[in-house]
């Protein structure tokens, strides 16, 4: 009893050291990554949403989808750091999950579970969207929530815990209510106690009952409005224009499998020569032995880490299933972060498939000597992305722009209209400038492009105005409703090539012209304090 309750402390204490390392690794190369890193699109209003607490999108039948997003608003001070803060989080829970079920599912393989966990953590090889740390809390958010509904699975199971599994029925309902793109991953989770359940007959129907039960109940709330579709469904209806062919779908399974593998065997060793990449490759190197040394002996069964390494590949399939009909989507475009842990099952399994070929002794060192420089190709290919964000990124350009606003005008009157002419590129879609000034003037204005892409609100201008119409599924939801702005109560700025943005003290020539009983008065509508 002694021995046993021994070597349960000294599983639990090399537990705790590959947690650290884990920690360690990712770090190690996610400090490199801003806060900063915008699309353009969205984040404004995921700040907007999550600054109200609005859990819904309407528009994409997610009520639940921005569960994880609204923590960012309000973990430290205004702005977009929080958003950091929580997605950061959400990747390395997600891998620290994965640690755990590796802990429960190979007890008698700790080095691999280790080297799974890290790979969840840091193997994302072409996915610059991983780095989006606003608009992606979506996505970790949801990864991390998916891969707690699968660990709560095979926890129930292993405890024969009847409480646990309605808890992790329900909270898997939660997670595709949220995000559906998680649902095959969930519930697959079947597949990891695949055997104990051929095994426990009895107990084990009613466990698969209330998951296929689950699944029935995801499925029926999530595909109807996408067989008939509606304005609940714009997102995925018409912003992600869906092709189901399957041809074509295998093909970008093809394209997903390609770019998030071969980097591992492609990329030059010049690429590693950078200080970045060696500290990440040696943070591993030093938790990869201080877990070596703590563990017992690795089994090396070739045909469990075969079962494993196609249960990988399989997994990984299933977390790529949601984007493959997709034709606005790109392969390695925010693809690869649900599909990371099944990924790192499969690299794993396959580092150790080959160090299994090797002498014994040989064996554990060819295994973090292999990991060790699929790690550091991570970390190169981190820098990489961030360096590609620097010059893409959206953030500098409309916060040079809003503060020129804001300078021009610090306060606003209520239910004045923004209206930003000229070289509007800096924000590519009106709903996204209108979430912008509605944060930057809280309670005092909204806003509208004077042309560009519209998609939620849409205006028009009249005689009298611009009129401006929510999509009726927002209304309720958000908070929001039509609005109608007379001349006298807008403020047209012009946005420059260069940047910046001033204010139109008459009422612009490239806009319609004003009725000779109507009115632009700019200073009228600006309050300096």
């Known amino acids: 009893m002694i021995r046993r309750w021994a070597s349960a402390a000294a599983r639990q204490r090399a537990l705790f050291v590959a947690a650290l390392g884990v920690v360690a690794v990712f770090w190690s190369q996610f400090v490199w990554v801003r806060a900063a890193n915008f699309y353009g699109t969205d984040e404004w209003v995921f700040l907007w949403v999550a600054a109200r607490r609005i859990l819904d999108s309407p528009y994409s039948n997610r009520p639940f989808n921005f569960l994880w997003t609204i923590p960012g608003a309000h973990l430290g001070a205004r702005g977009f750091n929080g958003f950091y803060a929580v997605h950061s989080l959400y990747l390395l ?8 079920l590796g802990h ?93 359940l051929r095994r426990e007959g009895r107990a084990a129907r009613i466990w698969l009952a209330v998951w296929a039960l689950a699944a029935l109940v995801a499925a029926a709330a999530v595909l109807p409005p996408m067989l008939h579709p509606d304005r609940s469904v714009a997102y995925q209806a018409t912003l992600l224009q869906v092709d189901a062919s399957p041809a ?109 070929t090797l002498p014994p002794r040989a ?45 021009l005008a610090p306060r606003l009157r209520p239910h004045t209209l923004v209206v930003l002419v000229g070289d509007t590129a800096a924000f590519p879609a009106t709903f996204t400038f209108r979430h912008a000034i509605e944060t930057v003037y809280p309670g005092e204005a909204t806003g509208v492009l004077a042309s560009g892409p519209e998609a939620l609100y849409v205006s028009r201008l009249t005689a009298s105005g611009i009129e401006t119409e929510p999509w009726p599924v927002l209304w309720k939801p958000w908070g929001v409703a039509p609005t109608r702005h007379r001349f006298d109560e807008m403020v047209v700025a012009r946005a420059r090539a260069d940047g910046t943005a001033t204010l139109e003290e008459s009422w612009p020539a490239d806009l319609p012209s004003l009725l000779p009983d109507q009115a632009y008065d700019p200073r009228a509508r600006i309050l300096l304090r």
């Open 93 to 100: 829970g997600t891998a620290l999950v994965t640690l755990a």
């Open 248 to 356: 074509r779908m295998a093909t970008r399974l093809a394209q997903e499998y390609r770019i998030h593998l071969l980097p591992a065997v492609t990329t030059s060793p010049i690429v590693l020569r950078v200080p970045a990449v060696l500290i990440s490759a040696l943070a591993f190197v030093v938790a990869f032995a201080a877990v070596s040394r703590l563990s017992s002996p690795e089994s090396w069964s070739r045909r469990t880490l075969w079962l494993a390494a196609v249960l990988g590949l399989l997994l990984a399939a299933l977390s790529y299933a949601a984007f493959l009909p997709s034709r606005v989507v790109d392969p390695g475009d925010r693809t690869e972060i649900l599909a990371m842990p099944a990924i790192g099952l499969f690299v794993a399994a396959a580092i150790a498939l080959v160090a299994s």
């Open 104 to 196: 429960r599912l190979l007890p008698d393989r700790p080095r691999l579970g280790f080297l799974i966990a890290v790979l969840a953590a840091v193997w994302a090889p072409s996915d610059p969207s991983r780095l989006a740390t606003v608009q992606m809390t979506v996505n970790s958010g949801f990864t991390f929530g998916a891969l707690v509904a699968v660990w709560l699975f095979v926890v129930s199971w292993q405890r024969r815990s009847r409480l646990l599994i309605v808890l992790a029925a329900a909270w898997a309902l939660l997670m595709v209510r949220g995000y559906e793109a998680v649902a095959p991953p969930i519930f697959a989770a079947p597949l990891l106690v695949a055997g104990e």
């Open 363 to 407: 064996r554990t060192l060819a295994m973090g000597a292999l990991a060790a420089w699929v790690v550091a190709v991570a970390a190169a290919r981190t820098l990489q992305m961030q360096r590609w964000w620097d010059g893409a990124s959206y953030y500098g350009r409309q916060v040079r722009l809003l503060g020129d606003l804001v300078r």
